[in-house]
């Protein structure tokens, strides 16, 4: 079952301390903001990534972000990590929970 996924306060401050952060939380972060690609490729350089063409999870992210899809920016992540996890590939900002 797939549930809301945002980014939260406490992740930004994180990061503001000087973690480094991975290219999945820093994409997360753009598609929160409505970074547009340019401006999204721009803040993953600064971290040595970049939005891949030739890898699929990056081509599903940069079709979002390039077709405007919808005005709300957490819905837009909700459905990029829906289409992610149909197609079997990791989703943004989601970690495994071990439970017991």
Known sequence: MITAYA???RMLQYYGRG????????????VI???D???TNSLLNGYGFCLSKSLINDAVVRWFIQSNYGNNTKDVLQDINETLACMGLPMLMTKPINRV
């Open 7 to 9: 980014v939260s306060e």
């Open 37 to 39: 690609e340019d401006k």
């Open 19 to 30: 973690k480094a952060p991975t290219k999945q939380a820093l994409t997360a972060i753009a």
């Open 33 to 35: 903001l409505g970074m």
